[in-house]
T-cell receptor
Framework: GESVGLHLPTLSVQEGDNSIINCAYS??????FIWYKQESGKGPQFIID?????DKRQGQRVTVLLNKTVKHLSLQIAATQPGDSAVYFC????????????FGGGTRVLVKP | KAGVTQTPRYLIKTRGQQVTLSCSPI?????VSWYQQTPGQGLQFLFE???????NKGNFPGRFSGRQFSNSRSEMNVSTLELGDSALYLC??????????????FGEGSRLTVL
């Protein structure tokens, strides 16, 4: 993600619509990418991951797309629900860097009923 | 199966003091990582431990230190606290240091306020 700080970019979505959250990563040597969801007062929760040898991966109601050419990652949430309201972070990892993740700044998703 | 447990959940300290935070990983997990989360800097990697050895360290001053015990539990310490150390400190555990899927499971964090 590009933004950091108090002014998180916010995505306001109508319940039932699809959400798309974007993230630009910085290191072309990163080989593994993860999306996390963080609800207020909680730690980040794993949503879905993707390796650099893939360009798409699907989970339950979520899809991650990876474009290595432009170093861009996106998370698509289908049929967004009120429980999806949270801050979403992308994270990248360089191979052989263990569990050292570099996180984006986060995007706040607000689901309107 | 219990998740990652961090203690204390909340604490208040004054400048110049030191603090120790504790993390118990998920049973069977041997890798523990620490992250600092602030509104200004977001989530930043502090360090990672595996088999009682520090494997990786982030770009933080030497006032930040950590260790891991033989039962995989980990502690981190911050000495000579500064106002800017106020943050949510998150611990994450995984089976091993990123050789597999690398999925990290985070605790709920220890919120430190420095006055």
């Amino acid at each position: 993600g590009e933004s950091v700080g108090l002014h998180l970019p916010t995505l306001s979505v109508q319940e039932g619509d699809n959400s798309i959250i974007n993230c630009a990563y910085s290191n072309s040597a990163s080989d593994y990418f993860i999306w996390y969801k963080q609800e207020s007062g909680k730690g980040p929760q794993f949503i879905i991951d993707i390796r650099s040898n893939m360009d798409k991966r699907q989970g339950q109601r979520v899809t991650v797309l990876l474009n290595k050419t432009v170093k861009h990652l996106s998370l698509q949430i289908a049929a967004t629900q009120p429980g999806d309201s949270a801050v979403y972070f992308c994270a990248e990892r360089v191979k052989a860097a263990g569990n050292k993740l570099t996180f984006g700044g986060g995007t706040r998703v607000l689901v309107k009923p | 199966k219990a998740g990652v447990t961090q203690t204390p959940r909340y604490l208040i300290k004054t400048r110049g003091q030191q603090v120790t935070l504790s993390c118990s990983p998920i049973s069977g997990h041997r890798s523990v990582s620490w992250y600092q989360q602030t509104p200004g800097q977001g989530l930043q990697f502090l360090f990672e431990y595996f088999s009682e050895t520090q494997r990786n360290k982030g770009n933080f001053p030497g006032r930040f230190s950590g260790r891991q015990f033989s039962n995989s539990r980990s502690e981190m310490n911050v000495s000579t606290l500064e106002l800017g150390d106020s943050a949510l400190y998150l611990c994450a555990s995984s089976l091993s240091p990123g050789t597999g899927t690398g999925e990290l499971f985070f605790g709920e964090g220890s919120r430190l306020t420095v006055l």
